[in-house]
T-cell receptor
Framework: GNSVTQMEGPVTLSEEAFLTINCTYTATGYPSLFWYVQYPGEGLQLLLKATKADDKGSNKGFEATYRKETTSFHLEKGSVQVSDSAVYFCALPHPGGSYIPTFGRGTSLIVHP | DAGVTQSPTHLIKTRGQHVTLRCSPISGHKSVSWYQQVLGQGPQFIFQYYEKEERGRGNFPDRFSARQFPNYSSELNVNALLLGDSALYLC?????????????FGQGTRLTVV
């Protein structure tokens, strides 16, 4: 079945540092890929998505490129802020083919001033 | 427009009891999905309902059940609660053709089983 594997956290960075959170996936075919974010005390929000190979999703300074050759969808940001502290989830659609996501275990990001 | 609303926000139950969690989707959304998020883990898919019919089920025991009402709101029921059922239960709503089918999540119900 479809699944994602994320790097273990927490990731701890200083403000303005470069961020990479690794995600690799296993799936049949070439599904859409997503990154969701969960800020403290809030619900999950879709951060960005890519729907086909070589697509780059981007939002709020975050980017991720769909790499079918390495089955990866790594999340990057050039300069993180304290307000980016949250848990980030890589996801792909439920095997039923809907937009209902199947999540990785999440990677906690802590950004210090 | 109101987002996805879940009730209650927090709940404490005793082992062996039954619990009902409620979710109201965004207006116009016909699909509701339920997830269980254990502390430190990603959300695990439990059920999806679309137009009042079950369209998907995750790997959860029969103690977990759900239904969707004509107004598209939904209930998740868990019988014979175990300590391991303690988690954040998330509801998501979506609808094909609206916002690209994107799923919107509520803030969840925190269930503690003691």
């Amino acid at each position: 079945g479809n699944s994602v594997t994320q790097m273990e956290g927490p990731v701890t960075l200083s403000e303005e540092a470069f961020l990479t959170i690794n995600c690799t996936y296993t799936a049949t075919g070439y599904p859409s890929l997503f990154w969701y974010v969960q800020y403290p005390g809030e619900g999950l929000q879709l951060l960005l998505k890519a729907t086909k190979a070589d697509d780059k999703g981007s939002n709020k300074g975050f980017e991720a490129t769909y790499r079918k050759e390495t089955t990866s969808f790594h999340l990057e940001k050039g300069s993180v802020q304290v307000s980016d502290s949250a848990v980030y989830f890589c996801a792909l659609p439920h095997p039923g083919g809907s937009y209902i996501p199947t999540f990785g275990r999440g990677t906690s990001l802590i950004v210090h001033p | 427009d109101a987002g996805v609303t879940q009730s209650p926000t927090h709940l404490i139950k005793t082992r062996g009891q039954h619990v009902t969690l409620r979710c109201s989707p965004i207006s116009g959304h016909k699909s509701v999905s339920w997830y269980q998020q254990v502390l430190g883990q990603g959300p695990q898919f439990i059920f999806q309902y679309y137009e009042k019919e079950e369209r998907g089920r995750g790997n959860f025991p029969d103690r977990f059940s759900a239904r969707q009402f004509p107004n598209y709101s939904s209930e998740l029921n868990v019988n014979a609660l175990l300590l391991g059922d303690s988690a954040l239960y998330l509801c998501a709503s979506s609808s094909p053709g609206m916002a690209g089918g994107k799923a919107f999540f509520g803030q969840g119900t925190r269930l503690t089983v003691v």
